[in-house]
């Protein structure tokens, strides 16, 4: 039964996708075969540029000149993380979705070997002797260490949460790796994120730095002479921990960047600062590259397909002498701001040819390249030959990652939902609460079928949800009020977010035993009465499960009733409760759960509970 | 031909006496020299439960935070660092890592760059908040609670948890866990040793075949007593041993060895902790510090006299063969545990830690 609802579940997604198997996600025939390039290197010459196509599971490689592509590799599914080792010679992909690196020789694209990880690989990066690989593994929340002479893995280093952006420092003693979540937290207060410092020499953690009031740190990058230790990473700074009504300026996110500043013998200070400005945001920044010679900064803003460009003397010189409230004014970018580069759709990665000359700039919803002639800081487009004909999904696609829509261009679907995904906030999004019904942002992938929506259950379907209370709750305009193709469009984009496949329980295997002792235990106590596996693990109707609190008002839960979320992917995303109180799912029951609506577990032991939730995994 | 047989059994058995003679044991090495350690150094008022030993760094876990050395002083981080209980009863470095495990009568802290991270009872799979033991089997961790052993798969986030439900135990107080090749001990507070098979992935019980708790009517049938308050592996010689509350067990994979205070060097029936090092089980007790030597039957006593210590060489008869008096001692009798640095004994007392120093032979030579 449960194995034919997982199929059943699986194909309805891949259906919506147009992926003919949700664990290779390769396009299906007939289905558009967009490439959506998401990472760039080049070639230690400069000869050779490489781009890895998550969309088409594919690498290219392409004369850095010309454009031209040269060779394309079919690598695993879903890669996201690209490095370039032993003097130009080894390529490393990471397959978020098959849970490995392909070691690839850069010379003909063939396949070497493929190395271990842990779960969701993303970012990484070798020493500077190609001894040791690292691997920020997203969904593990940890970074595996492989051994590249025996090519297995040596260990893992916790990395809370989500790691994401891998990078070896300069003089190549350490490894940074930053997170797109923060550690789990008290919900009504602003997350702390994390950057994770690796000891190259011992392979252990140095210190861990904390990024104050920041989600979704994006791939590190260390500023050259004069300005050795200096890293800087793009972030957003959420203002969760006040209502959504009092935030200023209408900006409920910063887009920003946080600088670490080295301090002899200690952790490094951390300063932030807004590049924001105050007519016109700068929706997720995402890419950072230095030039050659270090004289400026390029970061992209991949909502706004546009790339700033900063001096460098004027942005680290401001960093020694900080101006008072420096994170959060917002004339602070326009001090080192020289100029903007328009790109194409979405770019989300930059990189600076060896010589200098000029940068490449990944248009991930454009499968497209811009190259910037950094003398004259002119473009030109590189086509990527994918496929011409857009769809609504992909129109649909283009408009979660964009904030043309939102109030000042400040913030854009992706700006909570980084990958379809949920950022792990709790806000208080409703105008006439100030302060109270804190809710938490929910996943997007695999929500079709899943209506109603908002934790209130008050949207029945995703065109309202999208439409009328985005445009009046995030974005602060009349968002998609008048645009009924946008929406729509937006609808098919978002109800077709796939979910990966899920490292606890494999399409096609038999739960494990401990497993399937959970699933007795949520046969028995019947769970399945809103938690109905057959429907995404949720029902469409709300109910009181007892978990109102005081901050919770009843014009907002009618009853105490609240949606039933969907379970998949469950293990993956918390907190947990509509608050996001229950930052894990044994807290579900420890904590939250003492007038027993939410399942009656007296006499319940933990070896049942750990049971239940081994089986909740599965989801 | 007769006489030929003769003359080669008389050779024979020349040379096996000449063979067995005994051979001259080096001297025991004892310390002879006490530094200790307390609230004036930097260390919180009241019991030292553990030590361990990261690299130079001497971590101890107390009543009141996790302490560790630093230049002559201690600093504590505490649950305002993050720790999640004040009270740290076992500690776990993990080399693979850099790690560092801390099981406290409030959960689980793991220590790593400088930032803690809890698991609880109500947080997560954890079996029970007091963890009175910690044991790391490659990425896998163990904890002894005191109502399970809990099983930690971090790759995974996966617990898995043994109780009277699903392993052989009466009590499920769990106060010690080690590791073994292929199986994991866990000393059971009333219910002897468990040892789960990894390969088979199954529980096998130890206990006191005489079922009494002060009795012993077959001394090395079985173990000592099931009141089992901690667990040791000797890779050198691969005994097991067990510290109990009425005596001390040693298991060489075959036959029991029992050890008691009335006819051997045992100072005190009453085991905090052994501690197996080099064919050697140093063991902590209500009454002070034994070292014991099964193949030389030997034991080396170290029973705090006034502000001294009276250190005694016992042979296996329970005689002692030889005593020698230092100037200082220990802070306490009751010790928790040891750890060891090249020429330094760490002790953990019930008034601070206190390092044993300047090693030197008991006496000149054995025979």
């Known amino acids: ?619 | 031909m007769n006489r030929t047989l003769h003359l080669a059994i008389v050779v024979g058995l020349v040379a096996a006496l000449v063979g067995a003679a005994p051979a001259v044991a080096p001297a025991p090495i004892i310390y002879t020299r006490w530094q200790n350690f307390g609230p004036r150094e930097g260390l919180p008022p009241g019991r030292v439960f553990c030590l361990a030993l990261q690299g130079h760094r001497v971590w101890a876990g107390t009543e009141n935070g996790l302490a560790y050395y630093r230049h002559g002083r201690w600093k504590t981080l505490t649950s305002k660092d993050g720790l999640v209980q004040q009270a740290v009863l076992s500690l776990a470095p993990d080399p693979q890592t850099g790690d560092l495990w801390i099981g406290t009568f409030g959960g689980v802290s793991q220590y790593s760059g400088g930032v803690f991270h809890n698991y609880t009872q109500l947080n997560s799979g954890l079996v029970n908040n007091v963890v009175y033991g910690i044991a790391i089997e490659g990425r896998t961790l163990w904890f002894a609670t005191a109502a399970g052993v809990s099983r930690f798969d971090p790759d995974t986030q996966e617990w898995t948890t043994y109780t009277q439900e699903n392993a052989p135990m009466g009590d499920p107080w769990g106060y010690g866990v080690t590791v073994a090749p292929g199986r994991v001990l866990v000393a059971m507070w009333g219910s002897g040793i468990l040892e789960y098979n990894q390969r088979g992935r199954y529980w096998r019980p130890f206990t006191n075949p005489n079922q009494s708790p002060e009795i012993v009517l077959f001394r090395n049938q079985g173990l000592v007593n099931d009141v089992v308050s901690s667990v040791s592996y000797d890779r050198a010689t691969q005994w097991w041993w067990a510290g109990t509350y009425f005596g001390l067990s040693g298991y060489d994979g075959r036959d029991w060895h029992n050890y008691l205070a009335s006819d051997s060097g045992l100072i005190s029936n009453f085991i905090n902790k052994v501690h197996a090092r080099g064919a050697a089980v140093w063991i902590c007790t209500n009454r002070g510090l034994n070292e014991f030597e099964p193949a030389r039957r030997r034991w080396i006593v170290y029973r705090r006299q006034g502000a001294g210590t009276e250190v005694e060489l016992v042979n296996g008869a329970g005689r002692v063969a030889a005593r020698r008096k230092t100037a200082t001692a220990p802070a306490s009798a009751y010790l928790y545990d040891v750890a060891f640095q090249p020429g330094r004994l760490w002790v953990a007392t019930a008034q601070g830690v206190s390092l044993g120093l300047n090693p030197q032979p008991l006496f000149k030579k054995e025979n």
């Open chain 1, 1 to 619: 039964m449960f194995k034919r609802w997982r199929r059943s579940c699986v194909l309805l997604v891949m259906a919506a996708v147009g992926y003919g198997s949700g664990a290779q996600g390769a396009p299906a025939a007939g289905a558009p075969h967009y490439l959506d390039p998401e990472a760039v290197v080049f070639s230690p010459s400069g000869r050779t540029l490489y781009v890895l196509c998550q969309g088409s599971n594919e690498l290219l490689a392409l004369d850095a000149a010309s454009g031209k592509i040269l060779r394309r590799a079919t690598v695993g599914a879903h890669p996201s993380g690209l490095a370039i080792a032993s003097g130009g010679r080894t390529l490393f992909v990471s397959n978020t979705w098959a849970n490995n690196v392909s070691e690839l020789d850069a010379h003909s694209l063939g396949l070497l070997r493929t190395l271990p990880t842990g779960w969701g690989p993303v970012g990484l990066t070798t020493d500077r002797e190609g001894r040791h690989l690292f691997i920020a593994n997203s969904e593990s929340n940890d970074v595996s260490i492989d051994d590249l002479k025996t090519g297995k893995e040596l260990k893992r280093l916790a990395a809370w949460r989500w790691p994401h952006g891998v990078m070896l420092s300069r003089g190549g003693r350490y490894v940074y790796v930053s997170g797109l979540q923060a550690p789990l937290h008290p919900y009504d207060q602003a997350p702390v994120s994390e950057v994770t410092v690796i000891r190259v020499a011992s392979l252990t953690v140095a210190r861990r730095i904390a990024v104050p009031n920041a989600v979704q740190l994006r791939t590190p990058a260390e500023a050259p002479r004069p300005w050795p230790g200096v890293i800087l990473i793009p972030e957003i700074r959420p203002h969760n921990e006040v209502p959504i009504v009092r935030v200023s300026q209408g900006w409920t996110l910063n887009n920003a960047m946080a600088a670490l500043l080295p301090r002899e013998g200690t952790t490094p200070a951390t300063l932030q600062f807004p590049l924001d400005s105050m007519e016109r945001g700068f929706a997720l920044p995402e890419g950072l590259a230095f030039t050659r010679g270090g004289g400026h900064i390029l970061v992209t803003s991949a909502a706004s397909n546009r790339v700033a460009v900063f001096d460098t003397r004027g942005l680290l010189g401001l960093l020694g002498h900080p101006p008072a409230r420096m994170a959060d004014r917002m004339d602070t970018a326009a001090r080192f701001e020289e100029r903007e580069i328009a790109s194409g759709r979405d770019p989300v990665a930059v990189a600076v040819a060896p010589a200098g000359r000029f940068a490449v700039v990944v248009n991930r919803l454009d499968d497209s390249l811009t190259r910037i002639d950094l003398r004259t800081w002119t473009t030109a487009t590189i086509p990527l030959n994918g496929v011409e004909a857009i769809t609504p999904r992909r129109r649909g696609q283009r408009l979660f990652y964009s904030a043309r829509f939102a109030y000042q261009g400040g913030v854009a679907c992706a700006s909570c939902h980084p990958e379809g995904d949920q950022n792990g906030l709790a806000w208080d999004l409703q105008s006439r609460t100030m302060g109270r019904c804190r809710v938490t942002v929910r996943t997007l992938r695999g929500i079709a079928g899943t209506a109603p929506f908002n934790w209130n259950a008050s949207s029945p379907n995703l065109e309202t949800q999208d439409g009328v209370g985005a445009a009046a709750i995030i974005f602060r305009s009349q968002g998609f009020l008048g645009h009924k193709r946008e929406l729509e469009d937006l609808v098919a984009f978002v109800s077709s977010i796939p979910l990966p496949p899920n490292p606890y329980h494999r399409v096609g295997q038999p739960l494990t035993r401990q497993q399937r002792r959970g699933k007795a235990l949520f046969d028995n106590m019947g769970c399945a009465g809103c938690h109905n596996p057959a429907s995404h693990g949720t029902a469409r109707f709300s109910v009181n499960v007892g978990t109102m609190t005081a901050a919770d008002d009843n014009s907002c839960f009618h009853g105490g009733r609240v949606d039933i979320p969907q379970l998949e992917e469950i293990a993956l995303s918390p907190p947990y409760l509509h608050n996001g109180e229950a930052r894990s799912l044994e807290e579900i029951w420890t904590k939250y759960n003492q007038t027993q609506k939410h399942g009656v577990i007296a006499g319940m032991s933990k070896r049942d509970l750990n049971d239940l939730i081994q089986y909740l995994h599965t989801f």
